[in-house]
């Protein structure tokens, strides 16, 4: 019986087949299991290469390899089986082609290690000659000649690849998968992004220019939002989840921001820039990529602005969005941010009494004993007035705390059927209101 009509009997009758074919397929099957003969399949048969006087002898650690790869493997045929009984990988088999292109590479390879040695030895006696520093922009290019020597000795290994294809021991860290992975990000995902940043004017709107190099995702109640995507307004009660991808195995400190540069403002008739969120002091790394989440830890982060839900009026257009993270030089202290409560350590009442002698021996003694006072943190801004919401200026708080822009995102928001509930929770009693275009624009 074919392999087409086996697979037909196990996923039951379709209905492209009639019953009676069916049923002459299923009494086919039994007459097979009958007639073939219930034996074992044969064990390998290792005394050929045994017995041959020409072959080595094999010792009991091989053969039991050779027995345990072939009952691993279901009585199938090994890929590769030599004299040995051993499985081989590809860089062994007997294919002539194959290992010439493996010397060719050994070859530039070794050639590729003597001219990173070189340049290597010329690091070292410019620096020690003209006391040269790491940061000094020769130095810099001969290091980059170094490091891009070294990724193409990784390019033409084919086991690397190999791994990396097929998800197998892939080492976060290495640099040719950080290469390889930021060059798949900016062969697509990178281009979307950026062509949505510009067919929704959020270049030059908010920003010059923008030149991500982080992959950056957002996720709303647990599902994945594509850049310039439509939210619900109920799906959008709370903060989004930040995932971010570095192609590098530096640490940084980072701001996450969301601007809403659709905020109407009717006493112009134009809009105004709003901050729907921020916060800042962020670490992230390539073993950490989840800046902001469920499971992230709050140690050292500063939320500046807490995150506002998004409301849209009836009439109005969509809302942009937009997320940026800005690397920081060091760590961003704002002011306003509330103390804790100290209080000084109350006296034992042993102390008390002492104190309490003392000063009936001495010349005077307090009508009453000296309470402890809480110390009242100073009258700082609330969190709410840490930092203008209303007319933010993404560029000036840029360049005021020397920031640079790695990685941006957006989504949208428009009036829906959940807007006038998530309106009403928030507490506005503008949820009937609706915008109109003047009859001079109609």
Same mark, same amino acid.
């Given at each position: ?345 109350? *006296? &034992? #009442? =042993? @102390? $008390? !009494?002492? +104190?309490?002698?003392? *000063? &009936? #021996? =001495? @010349? $005077? !003694?307090? +009508?009453?004993?000296?309470?402890? #006072?809480?110390?009242?943190?100073? +009258? ?63």
């Amino acid at each position: 019986m074919s392999l087409c009509s086996r697979a037909v009997l196990q996923a039951g009758r379709p209905r492209a087949v009639s019953k009676p074919a069916f049923l002459c397929l299923r009494r086919q099957l039994s007459t097979e299991v009958h007639e073939s003969p219930s034996s074992p399949p044969p064990p390998v048969d290792t005394t050929s290469s045994s017995s041959s006087p020409s072959s080595p002898p094999q010792d009991a650690a091989s053969t039991a390899t050779a027995t345990t790869a072939t009952s691993s493997s279901g009585g199938r045929k090994p890929k590769s089986k030599h004299a040995d009984g051993l499985l081989h990988t590809i860089e062994t088999m007997p294919f002539k082609c194959y290992q010439e292109a493996l010397k060719v590479l050994r070859q530039d390879k070794e050639e590729s290690l003597a001219k990173i040695a070189e340049q290597q030895k010329a690091i070292a006696g410019l620096k020690k000659l003209h006391n040269l520093t790491d940061d000094n922009p020769r130095i810099v290019k001969m290091q980059e000649h170094i490091d891009q020597l070294k990724l193409n000795i990784d390019k033409n290994n084919p086991r690397i690849k190999y791994n990396y294809d097929n998800k197998l021991k892939v080492d976060p860290y290495k640099k040719i998968y950080q290469h390889w992975d930021e060059e798949k990000w900016r062969s697509m995902k990178r281009m979307i992004l950026m062509q949505r940043l510009e067919q929704m004017n959020v270049v030059p709107d908010l920003l010059p220019k923008i030149n991500p190099i982080i992959d950056v995702s957002l996720r709303f109640r647990r599902k994945n939002v594509l850049h310039g995507a439509k939210v619900l307004a109920r799906n959008a009660t709370r903060y989004p989840s930040v995932q971010v991808k570095q192609f590098d195995s530096k640490k940084r400190l980072v701001t996450v921001l969301v601007v809403d540069p659709d905020k109407p403002n009717i006493e112009k008739n134009g809009f105004d820039n709003y901050l729907q969120w921020m916060v800042t002091n962020c670490e992230i790394s390539i073993e950490n990529p989840m800046v902001i989440g469920v499971s992230t830890s709050h140690n050292g982060r500063d939320e500046v602005a807490p995150y506002e839900v998004p409301y849209v009026h009836k009439g109005e257009n969509y809302h942009r969005y937009c997320l940026f993270i800005l690397e920081q030089n060091g760590r961003i202290e704002t002011p306003g941010k509330p103390e804790p409560i100290k209080s000084k350590p109350k *006296a &034992k #009442e =042993g @102390e $008390a !009494a002492a +104190a309490t002698t003392e *000063a &009936k #021996e =001495g @010349e $005077a !003694a307090p +009508a009453e004993a000296p309470k402890t #006072e809480e110390v009242v943190p100073t +009258a700082g801004k609330s969190k709410e007035q840490r930092i203008k919401r209303l007319g933010f200026n993404l560029r000036s708080f840029i360049a005021k705390n020397d920031l640079k822009v790695i990685g941006a995102d957006l989504w949208r928001v428009e009036f829906d059927n959940t807007m006038i509930d998530v309106m009403k929770q928030l507490g506005r009693t503008d949820w009937d209101m609706k915008y109109l275009k003047h009859p001079e624009h109609i």
